[in-house]
């Protein structure tokens, strides 16, 4: 499904060159569920922000679906975004200003589905996810759980091939995590393919496969299965 | 003092974080507190007007209404200087006063010694009746002990303005005008009288005037203190006796005594009454127009400032939070913002006064803050109150989560708290669209005052006063000669010069079988006139040179009196040279006199006087025709050079005194202009402060929703359609706020209009013209403010 090659990466403030990644290679095949592990500052969040189009690498070649996306301009990257790939973060990044419908429909409205379309895809998910009883509740009325699983929802309506995952459970208890987790199973086994960040060895054992970075490079990788 | 460290220190945070917004906000304070001084100023002022006199409920002002010497019933202020001592021999008159009400202006110079230059000195110089200031207890602060009726007193401005010091009694001052030198010794120095009374700061001279015992030189306000208000009916009656005495002994010539009553005005109220054009000027609804103004400011600004501090907030939160996690009391953080707040609307009041403080110096009129204690005092526990009740509510709400979720989640305004954001920023709006459109209708009027069709040609006609007898005899020849002037179409004369008064003469007129009668506006014109001016016939014929006398009707005296026809002979009723005439012809309705008459309706007859008629010599204005596109000054040289050949020894400076006629409406709509000029500045002053408010809503608004754009754009949003939802919003809100401010522009505009008779068709486009520029700048900021936060990396 995509594949980096020698992917580097680095930031420059006035005085100080930090390098985030160093010569990454990577294939994730579709299905694929896999976790990258390492220490803060490694370079997972830069690794994950590059896979999910949202940074450019300063060299290297990353191809998506065997097309080579690490040149593309800012509105093409969105577009290529657009249905394809889903996105859960740690600090849930719901929009205050928007209720749990019109949040968890917002990847449609980009992609042009029409009103009562988005409306019905949006209801069956919250069905599923148990949620449809806050469907215009405001994110400060949910728990971190819920406000999680809306996330989720967010990601997965418009059914992308590739959900990112940077930690995840990050802000969640443990009860509100393991739910959250069973979630990503859920949808892995239903065919999506996901990669997630992750400090936790306990969630990283739902994915196929670990990846260990540590500054900027990838030092392991095991196969669970 | 560490406290108050640190509220700096997190201002200074802020306006380094949003230097434009920030600054914005502190300007618009500091432009509405200023606003706000000015305005109550102003009000008070006008409401306080002659308030300043010991026992002012006890002055009143005589004015006499009635038909004096014609058939116009008026009201006149302005009475005869002997009415003094004969009003003061009525029981129940406790004091009389009297002032001129035209006075002498002159220019004095004298050596400044603060600056060590000269300068001038002018003021208001009356002469005699200087003894009768005491009525307006006038207070001295240096006199001599004798004073002769050449003697003088002056204000105390003066004194220090020119010598520093209030002891210059018997010191001596010169000054020249029209040519003649006058001196006069100083027998006293006043302290100045306030700027709202009817009393002048200038020279008063003792001793009376040359026309101190005329009865026909109407030029003196007459005053009355009363003992007690329930006399007043008594002193009116025991006045008109007296006047009606002076006409039965022949004193006064009027015309229909019995038509004449007294009034006596209290000094107060006469101040809005316009009865006397030069001294009543109050403006109620401009009084009522700037309290309210004042009262809107305020409310805006405290707008302006919850929607700021509320949209700092949410961005404050997690900081905030921090600290309270680190061991602050929510109470001292919330007293922390709050104190920041007020912080911030001091400093603005500070830099308001300073300000006001300088242009005390450059404007009209005493803005000194510290001469109006009160206002002052009165302003800053306002701000300070709105201060306070700006920042109580974000100081409340950022301290409103528990830490420890406030420092892991993002935190907006609740549903009902952004729907009072919408309601606050549409308010803005509504206010600014109002002004704006206001703004733009009194734009329309005064241009279409400029260039109205007034039927007659108004570019190229320029108007003078033959002023000589000399001239006067060689009117023809003059004509003649500057007729021949490369670049002059065509010259006639005429009484008046039109278009540029609100009244003119009016005649009664029958018909020689005395079966009909009009009553008509009549302009004395020679026979060229029509044709200069360029006054279409509509009917009948113009006037030619074997016409003994004509008289030429418009066509509203044909609506009115129908039986009008041409070849009818007609005679003046009740006029020095009855003469008959035929009516030869009629024209189209052109606006004669302002547009405050309703020109269409009033019938109008230029009468065309014959060459032997006395009233032919009356014609004294001289209007002149030039070609399109010839330079007017070049002609004007020529012209005068023409005059002054036949204008004997009186030869003035300026020879014709030549105008055009926008010089004239220049002069004749000063009060409307002034109106209008004072309007525009109130609504601009709206339309600035509610502009930079939404300005900087829209700017944290977008720095706010920052992480809102970068979410939209994670998830698939271009740039475009990030900006587009923004504008979406502010579009609708746009469209809304004017939908609301319609029927408020609309009534304003009415009211402001119902001034004029004549309006100009196209004061419906300032709600067109006005949405645009509103949606214009607002559009145009959300656009940029959007754009600029949809461009940032995602990642960041």
């Keep these: 499904m995509l594949r980096l090659e020698n992917i580097k990466k680095s930031f420059s403030t006035d005085e100080i060159e930090t390098v985030a990644l160093n010569g990454v290679s990577l294939e994730v095949k579709e299905g694929d569920f896999l976790a990258i592990m390492g220490p803060s500052g490694c370079g997972k969040s830069t690794l994950l922000n590059i896979i999910g189009l949202l940074d450019v690498p300063n060299e290297g070649k990353y191809y998506l679906n065997d097309r080579e996306v690490s040149t593309l301009n800012e509105n093409d990257r969105t577009r290529l975004r657009r249905g394809t790939i889903g996105f859960v973060f740690q600090s849930f990044n719901l929009i205050d200003e928007l209720n749990v419908e019109e949040n968890i429909e917002l990847p449609l409205t980009y992609i ?90 306990r969630d990283a054992l739902y994915a196929d496969r670990i990846v260990n970075l540590l500054d900027g490079q990838i030092i392991e990788q095991d196969n669970m299965i | 003092m560490k406290r108050l460290k640190e509220i700096i220190k997190n201002i200074s945070i802020q306006f380094r974080r949003f230097k434009l917004a920030s600054t914005l906000n502190l300007v618009e304070l500091c432009i509405a507190i200023s606003t706000f001084f000015l305005f109550i100023t102003k009000v008070e002022e006008e409401v306080r007007y002659n308030t300043c006199f ?137 302290k100045d009288f306030p700027r709202n009374c009817s009393v002048h700061n200038g020279f ?238 009194l734009l329309i009027q005064q241009q279409f005052i400029l260039h109205a069709d007034y039927g007659f040609n108004t570019d190229n006609v320029l108007y003078g006063t033959i002023q000589t007898p000399e001239a006067r005899e060689h009117k023809n020849e003059i004509r003649r000669d500057i007729e021949q002037i490369e670049g002059v179409e065509s010259v006639s004369y005429s009484k008046f010069c039109i278009g540029t008064d609100d009244r003119y003469v009016k005649w009664s007129l029958l018909t020689n079988d005395k079966k009909y009668n009009i009553f008509t506006n009549v302009m004395p014109v020679d026979r060229f006139y029509l044709k200069t001016l360029g006054i279409e016939i509509t009917d009948g014929r113009d006037v030619c040179a074997s016409d003994s006398g004509a008289f030429i009707f418009n066509e509203a005296a044909r609506r009115k009196y129908p039986w009008l026809k041409t070849g009818h002979p007609m005679f003046p009723y009740d006029n020095d040279s009855p003469t008959d005439h035929n009516v030869v012809g009629f024209c189209k309705n052109i606006i004669f006199s302002s547009l405050r008459i309703k020109n269409d309706e009033e019938a109008l007859m230029f009468f065309i006087p014959g060459k032997e008629d006395p009233y032919y010599n009356t014609l004294s204005t001289i209007n002149i025709r030039i070609a399109e596109g010839k330079d007017t000054e070049e002609l004007r040289d020529k012209i005068n050079e023409v005059y002054n050949r036949y204008s004997g020894n009186l030869k003035t400076e300026n020879g014709l005194n030549l105008s055009n006629i926008k010089d004239y409406l220049a002069k004749l709509y000063f009060e409307e202009y002034n109106f209008l000029i004072q309007l525009t500045i109130i609504a601009a002053i709206f339309m600035f402060i509610t502009l930079i408010g939404v300005f900087c809503i829209t700017l944290f608004e977008c720095e706010y929703r920052r992480k809102e754009i970068a979410i939209r754009k994670v998830f698939g949003a271009t740039t475009t359609q990030v900006t587009r939802i923004f504008l979406r919003k502010y579009l609708t809100l746009t469209i809304c706020s004017t939908l609301i401010s319609l029927p408020f522009s609309y009534m304003l505009i009415d009211k402001l209009m119902s001034r004029f008779t004549l309006h100009s068709e196209y004061t419906f486009l300032a709600f067109p013209i006005a949405f645009l520029l509103v949606a214009l700048a607002i559009l145009g900021t959300v656009a940029i403010q959007s754009y600029r936060a949809a461009k940032f990396r995602i990642r960041n």
């Design chain 1, 112 to 201: 042009g589905t029409k009103k009562d379309e988005r409306k019905r895809l949006v209801s069956e998910l919250l069905k599923k996810l148990n949620m449809g009883h806050r469907a215009t509740h405001f994110p400060q009325q949910l728990s971190g759980g819920q406000q999680q699983r809306v996330a989720i929802a967010r990601a997965i309506i418009s059914k992308p091939k590739l959900i990112l995952a940077d930690e995840p459970t990050g802000n969640l208890d443990s009860q509100n995590g393991k739910e959250v987790m069973e979630l990503l199973k859920q949808l892995h086994e239903e065919g999506a393919t996901i990669i997630m960040v992750t400090h936790s060895q």
């Design chain 2, 204 to 441: 008063y001279q003792y001793g009376k005037n040359n026309d101190g015992d005329s009865f026909t030189n109407m030029i003196y306000r007459i005053y009355v203190r009363v003992e007690d208000d329930s006399c007043i009916p008594q002193i009116e009656k025991d006045i008109l006796n007296k006047i009606l005495e002076l006409n039965n002994n022949g004193h006064l010539n009027l015309t229909y005594p019995e038509s004449i009553s007294v009034k006596l005005h209290d000094i107060h109220d006469a101040y809005f009454s316009g009865i006397d054009e030069i001294e009543d000027k109050g403006n109620w609804t401009m009084t009522k127009i700037l309290f309210f103004s004042a009262i809107l400011i305020f409310v805006l600004t405290n707008v302006n400032f919850i929607n700021l501090t509320l949209a700092i907030a949410p961005m404050r939160i997690k900081n905030i939070n921090t600290r309270r996690v680190l061991g602050a009391s929510r109470m001292s953080i919330v007293i922390n913002l709050m104190a920041e707040s007020l912080f911030l609307i001091i400093f603005a009041f500070v830099i308001s006064m300073t300000l006001l403080l300088c242009l005390d110096e450059v404007v009209v009129g005493n803005v000194n803050p510290l001469d109006h204690l009160r206002i002052t005092g009165f302003t800053f526990v306002l701000i300070i109150w709105a201060a306070i009740v700006s920042s109580a509510y974000p100081a409340w709400f950022s301290t409103s989560f528990a830490p420890d979720i406030a420092l892991k989640g993002t935190f907006g305004l609740t549903a009902l708290s952004r729907r009072l954001r919408t309601i606050r920023i549409s308010f803005q709006m509504i206010v600014c669209l109002v002004a704006t459109t206001v703004i733009t209708a």
């Design chain 2, 54 to 190: 010991k026992d002012w409920r006890q002055i009143y002002r005589i004015e006499v209404n009635g038909k004096f010497f014609g058939a116009e019933n008026d009201t006149i202020a302005n009475l005869f200087a002997p009415m003094r001592n004969i009003v003061s021999t009525i029981p129940n008159v406790k004091d009389v006063g009297i002032m001129e009400s035209s006075s002498t202006s002159i220019t004095l110079k004298y050596h400044d010694l603060d600056t060590n230059e000269d300068k001038t000195y002018t003021c208001h110089y009356f002469n005699g009746y200087a003894e009768y200031l005491r009525f307006f207890n006038i207070e001295f602060i240096d006199s001599l002990a004798h004073h002769s009726d050449e003697d003088i007193i002056v204000p105390e401005s003066f004194a220090m303005k020119t010598h520093g010091m209030t002891h210059i009694s018997g010191k001596k001052v010169s000054w020249s005008h029209n040519g003649f030198t006058t001196t006069r010794r100083i027998a006293g120095v006043y």
